[in-house]
């Protein structure tokens, strides 16, 4: 076989990131995972997205216009001769300087109808063009709505990449049960009982669904989104998540009753070490591990409540004073949106003054590498999936704050199920005393002990799932064999 006929058999895949941090992050390392298994990826960022990436790196002094065109492609610093990374940007329909988070309705609303022309534009040049290789599969974020629809126009192997927990996934995949028994749609009436019809969930309580799920009014611009979106994953060839299979068997066992899915996660950098991919819409601090460096071991409490979410001001308020009471140590990524775009002032009057020594705000930083620290010893989070997969393979205690969308279903999880974490306050309204005393516990008490033996359990879970002849490596070739058989079947082999 010569090169030209070698290089037709490889896949190769267009693969398309959702436009958040969260999606990002897995999505980038995915395409890697793929590369590294003989997959040439065309991976799709929006300009906006991009133009963040780019714009948070810490950028040298450039000396050569080579330099300057690196700059470009954020898979620059790993291509390589047995890495084959091609990568793209699309329009999502506005100009960068417009506050997609300001404006979030108005932005989504105009995504869900512009975007899809984008993608299929991008997608027919790379067919038109005869790339070598030839482009055999379609993978998409399960957000997007358009998927089988492009995949059949352009006679594509469809993959949907799910990037949050089989629990999420299983809950919208079954809307049509939570809307038939009145848990939620237009005839929604608050029921509180618990449902236990969903294939692959014993049961689970209202208010663990997500916050989609939990709204009264079903009509808004991101239910449309959802509704589409989880009607077209019915389509796909294949259905991808970033779990492991060990942590959510019986429901990643009910999806495979439907679809051919496959657990894969987590889905890591190589080493666990910070990406060489920039993947941060955000500018990282580097003050952190100075700071880690000069604190005990297990003695830092980390904070952040991720990249989307809002949290209103009085909550922000009350964290603070609870940090402060409770003594520990902390590190907290306070980002300068945290409560709105155009709200800065949020932190008391003073405060930074107040915790000098103790505590270290920073607007960003590289989470990897933070709580890998032998210094940390707990974390207040929001619950982004992300996030919890992080905390598992550093054994990290959690103390969930949910915040938004999946977090509250991921907090069943963290805190319910694996029992990994407790929630930073049992009711409303938030009260720093209780923060107080919930950060000792966790970090000093007989409870912590407790999150850490069986936090100890998961990590130990996932990383036999990683290892040689474990369920997430298994999966993975399975599915690199079945995508194969896949395209010989399109190709009419």
Same mark, same amino acid.
């Given at each position: 076989?010569?090169?030209?006929?070698?290089?037709?058999?490889?896949? +190769?895949?267009?693969?398309?990131?959702?436009?958040?941090?969260?999606?990002?992050?897995?999505?980038?390392?995915?395409?890697?995972?793929?590369?590294?298994?003989?997959?040439?990826?065309?991976?799709?960022?929006?300009?906006?997205?991009?133009?963040?990436?780019?714009?948070?790196?810490?950028?040298?002094?450039?000396?050569?216009?080579?330099?300057?065109?690196?700059?470009?492609?954020?898979?620059?610093?790993? &291509?390589?001769?047995?890495?084959?990374? &091609?990568?793209?940007?699309?329009?999502?329909?506005?100009?960068?300087?417009?506050?997609?988070?300001?404006?979030?309705?108005?932005?989504? !609303?105009?995504?869900?109808?512009?975007?899809?022309?984008?993608?299929?534009?991008?997608?027919?040049?790379?067919?038109?063009?005869?790339?070598?290789?030839?482009?055999?599969?379609?993978?998409?974020?399960?957000?997007?709505?358009?998927?089988?629809?492009?995949?059949?126009?352009?006679?594509?192997?469809?993959?949907?990449?799910?990037?949050?927990?089989?629990?999420?996934?299983?809950?919208?995949? +079954?809307?049509?049960?939570?809307?038939?028994?009145?848990?939620?749609?237009?005839?929604?009436?608050?029921?509180?009982? #618990?449902?236990?019809?969903?294939?692959?969930?014993?049961?689970? !309580?209202?208010?663990?669904?997500?916050?989609?799920?939990?709204?009264?009014?079903?009509?808004?611009?991101?239910?449309?989104?959802?509704? &589409?979106?989880?009607?077209?994953?019915?389509?796909?060839?294949?259905?991808?998540?970033?779990?492991?299979?060990?942590?959510?068997?019986?429901?990643?066992?009910?999806?495979?009753?439907?679809?051919? #899915?496959?657990?894969?996660?987590?889905?890591?950098?190589?080493?666990?070490?910070?990406?060489?991919?920039?993947?941060?819409?955000?500018?990282?601090?580097?003050? #952190?591990?100075?700071?880690?460096?000069?604190?005990?071991?297990?003695?830092?409490?980390?904070?952040?409540?991720?990249?989307?979410?809002?949290?209103?001001?009085?909550?922000?308020?009350?964290?603070?004073?609870?940090?402060?009471?409770?003594?520990?140590?902390?590190?907290?990524?306070? &980002?300068?949106?945290?409560?709105?775009?155009?709200?800065?002032?949020?932190?008391?009057?003073?405060?930074?003054?107040?915790?000098?020594?103790?505590?270290?705000?920073?607007?960003?930083?590289?989470?990897?590498?933070?709580?890998?620290?032998?210094?940390?010893?707990?974390?207040?989070? +929001?619950?982004?999936?992300?996030?919890?997969?992080?905390?598992?393979?550093?054994?990290?205690?959690?103390?969930?704050?949910?915040?938004?969308?999946?977090?509250?279903?991921?907090?069943?999880?963290?805190?319910?199920?694996?029992?990994?974490?407790?929630?930073?306050?049992?009711?409303?309204?938030?009260?720093?005393?209780?923060?107080?005393?919930?950060?000792?516990?966790?970090?000093?008490?007989?409870?912590?002990?407790?999150?850490?033996?069986?936090?100890?359990?998961?990590?130990?879970?996932?990383?036999?799932?990683?290892?040689?002849?474990?369920?997430?490596?298994?999966?993975?070739?399975?599915?690199?064999?079945?995508?194969? #058989?896949?395209?010989?079947?399109?190709?009419?082999?």
């Amino acid at each position: 076989m010569n090169e030209m006929e070698k290089s037709n058999t490889k896949p +190769h895949a267009v693969l398309f990131c959702y436009p958040l941090q969260g999606h990002v992050i897995p999505s980038v390392h995915l395409a890697v995972k793929l590369a590294s298994k003989g997959f040439t990826i065309t991976f799709v960022n929006t300009k906006y997205i991009h133009h963040h990436i780019n714009k948070s790196k810490s950028k040298p002094n450039h000396t050569s216009k080579d330099d300057d065109d690196d700059e470009d492609d954020i898979f620059a610093g790993i &291509r390589n001769s047995t890495l084959d990374i &091609r990568y793209a940007t699309i329009d999502d329909g506005y100009p960068l300087g417009f506050d997609r988070s300001l404006n979030h309705d108005q932005f989504w !609303d105009g995504f869900k109808y512009v975007f899809p022309a984008h993608v299929d534009e991008l997608v027919g040049n790379i067919v038109r063009k005869h790339s070598q290789p030839p482009l055999t599969c379609l993978i998409a974020d399960t957000f997007f709505t358009w998927s089988s629809m492009i995949a059949s126009k352009y006679n594509l192997v469809n993959i949907s990449f799910w990037t949050e927990p089989a629990l999420v996934l299983t809950l919208y995949y +079954h809307l049509d049960l939570l809307i038939q028994n009145r848990h939620f749609g237009a005839s929604h009436d608050n029921r509180k009982d #618990t449902i236990d019809y969903i294939p692959g969930v014993p049961e689970i !309580d209202p208010k663990d669904l997500m916050s989609y799920l939990q709204a009264t009014d079903p009509r808004t611009t991101v239910h449309k989104i959802i509704f &589409r979106a989880f009607a077209d994953v019915k389509k796909a060839d294949f259905i991808v998540i970033n779990t492991v299979q060990e942590l959510e068997s019986m429901t990643i066992s009910a999806l495979q009753q439907k679809q051919p #899915t496959y657990a894969i996660g987590p889905i890591f950098p190589s080493g666990f070490a910070k990406s060489i991919v920039p993947t941060s819409l955000w500018s990282e601090s580097h003050c #952190t591990h100075e700071w880690l460096s000069t604190k005990p071991h297990n003695s830092v409490l980390y904070v952040s409540f991720g990249s989307y979410a809002h949290a209103c001001k009085k909550d922000i308020e009350e964290i603070a004073e609870g940090l402060l009471l409770s003594k520990v140590s902390f590190i907290w990524v306070l &980002r300068p949106d945290i409560v709105s775009s155009d709200e800065n002032d949020i932190l008391p009057v003073g405060y930074e003054e107040a915790i000098k020594g103790r505590g270290l705000i920073v607007p960003w930083c590289s989470q990897i590498e933070v709580i890998s620290h032998p210094a940390i010893g707990g974390f207040i989070t +929001h619950c982004g999936w992300n996030s919890i997969l992080e905390s598992i393979w550093c054994k990290i205690p959690l103390l969930a704050y949910p915040l938004l969308t999946d977090q509250f279903t991921n907090r069943k999880l963290v805190v319910d199920d694996w029992k990994i974490g407790v929630n930073l306050i049992d009711s409303k309204p938030i009260n720093r005393k209780e923060i107080a005393e919930k950060i000792n516990r966790v970090m000093s008490g007989k409870l912590g002990d407790e999150l850490k033996k069986n936090i100890m359990e998961a990590r130990n879970c996932v990383e036999n799932a990683l290892g040689h002849g474990g369920s997430s490596e298994t999966m993975f070739s399975r599915f690199l064999s079945d995508v194969n #058989t896949q395209i010989e079947k399109l190709r009419g082999v």
